[in-house]
């Protein structure tokens, strides 16, 4: 994925891509993000693990959310792949989450138009994304900046 430098947005928020010196910071976030999905963490290791894993081989980006004076107040992780009916690249925003402490700051939309400037660099079809039924704040975000909601059913198959 393309770099893009991002400019300072509302209330001092800045969005760049994260790097190996950011990753204790994001991994604070991402145990933020599954306690708000009610994931369980077993293994209190593997969450700095597996994100260390997709940004050390590139599999996914990682885009932090800066607030002046707060330091980094949110994430976003993409991960490329492609659609078939698009017949192009398309990337899937999978993870978006911002702390408390960046809520109402601007931080979450931020990170949201970081993603879409990145993708239109980038060339690829869209970004597609999922949110739970009852995040009404998320969705009413994403339908701000554009997304549409879809007409497909989303299944999944675990495999444990």
């Known amino acids: ?28 976030l991402f145990l933020g993000y599954l306690e708000f999905y009610e994931v369980p963490v077993e293994d209190p290791e593997r969450p700095r693990a597996y994100l260390a894993e997709r940004m050390a081989k590139g599999e996914s980006t990682v885009l932090v959310a800066e607030r002046d004076g707060v330091g980094i107040v ?43 400037e990145r993708a239109r660099v980038a060339g690829v079809a869209g ?4 949110t739970a039924y009852d995040n009404d704040t998320a969705q009413a975000l994403y339908e701000a900046e554009g997304f549409v909601r879809e007409k497909f059913h989303v299944y999944f198959h675990g495999l444990r």
Not at 5 to 19: E, I, K
Not at 78 to 103: I, K, N, Q
């Open 1 to 28: 994925m393309s770099d893009v430098t991002a400019g300072a947005g509302r209330a001092g928020v800045s969005v760049r891509v994260a790097g190996e010196a950011d990753l204790d910071a994001v991994t604070g």
């Open 74 to 116: 949110g994430f976003a992780q993409v991960y490329p792949t492609f659609a078939s009916l698009e017949m192009r690249p398309v990337w899937v925003l999978y993870d978006l989450f911002v702390a408390p402490s960046g809520r109402r700051s601007g931080a979450g939309r931020a990170l949201l138009r970081d993603v879409l």
């Open 127 to 130: 970004v597609q994304l999922e």
